[in-house]
T-cell receptor, first 114, second 111 residues
Framework: GAVVSQHPSWVICKSGTSVKIECRSL??????MFWYRQFPKQSLMLMAT?????????EQGVEKDKFLINHASLTLSTLTVTSAHPEDSSFYIC??????????FGAGTRLSVL | RKEVEQDPGPFNVPEGATVAFNCTYS??????FFWYRQDCRKEPKLLMS???SGNEDGRFTAQLNRASQYISLLIRDSKLSDSATYLC????????????FGSGTQLTVLP
């Protein structure tokens, strides 16, 4: 159990385009999902906490207008990177909680902006 | 001081060796502790939760010392497949069930 699906796993896009990443909890309902970014050889950095039916809570330094998060249902949260630029190239990972503090992660999305 | 601090490694050990990783955390109010492993270019996967009394799962033993705010992970009889980055993870008190990740310790088990 506790499977989190993230799609797409890899995307290459041109600078200025928007990219949408989906995160789904397949066998449980997740009232809270999290979005992280990870640069090479660094640890996960929390970008935002996504709560079903309400606005996401963004970490300091993360632009909410650039990284749009929607958590429309108990099993789906989406992250849209708007007007992506090369510096946005990174590994984006979502996670979800079933209850308690354990987080289960999606497989991640590797974004390359040309 | 970092919220969660780990030995940076890398640790290169031969198959069959015993290896130990250490981690310290800064917030004494933290209540939940975990070890995750992350393979190269993959997502983190839960290895084990860490309980006050210490816990063991096969070749893996985790210890928690609340007084010293210290967590450890011991791996016995290392396998090649244990090669990964091990992340020490602590909950963030007062947050919406957020977790704070250490920067990870890289382990390579050599044949």
């Amino acid at each position: 159990g506790a499977v989190v699906s993230q799609h797409p796993s890899w995307v290459i896009c041109k600078s200025g385009t928007s990219v949408k990443i989906e995160c789904r909890s397949l066998d449980f309902q997740a009232t809270t999902m999290f979005w992280y970014r990870q640069f090479p050889k660094q640890s996960l950095m929390l970008m935002a906490t996504s709560n079903e039916g309400s606005k996401a809570t963004y970490e300091q330094g993360v632009e909410k207008d650039k990284f749009l998060i929607n958590h429309a249902s108990l099993t789906l949260s989406t992250l849209t990177v708007t007007s992506a630029h090369p510096e946005d190239s990174s590994f984006y990972i979502c996670s979800a909680q079933t209850g308690g503090d354990i987080q289960y992660f999606g497989a991640g999305t590797r974004l390359s902006v040309l | 001081r970092k919220e969660v601090e780990q030995d940076p490694g890398p640790f290169n050990v031969p198959e069959g060796a015993t290896v130990a990783f250490n981690c310290t955390y800064s917030n004494s109010a933290s209540q939940s502790f975990f070890w995750y492993r992350q393979d190269c270019r993959k997502e983190p996967k839960l290895l084990m939760s860490v309980y006050s009394s210490g816990n063991e799962d096969g070749r893996f033993t985790a210890q928690l010392n609340r007084a010293s705010q210290y967590i450890s992970l011991l791996i016995r009889d290392s396998k090649l497949s244990d090669s990964a980055t091990y992340l020490c993870v602590v909950n963030k008190p007062g947050s919406a069930r957020q977790l704070t990740f250490g920067s990870g310790t890289q382990l390579t088990v050599l044949p």
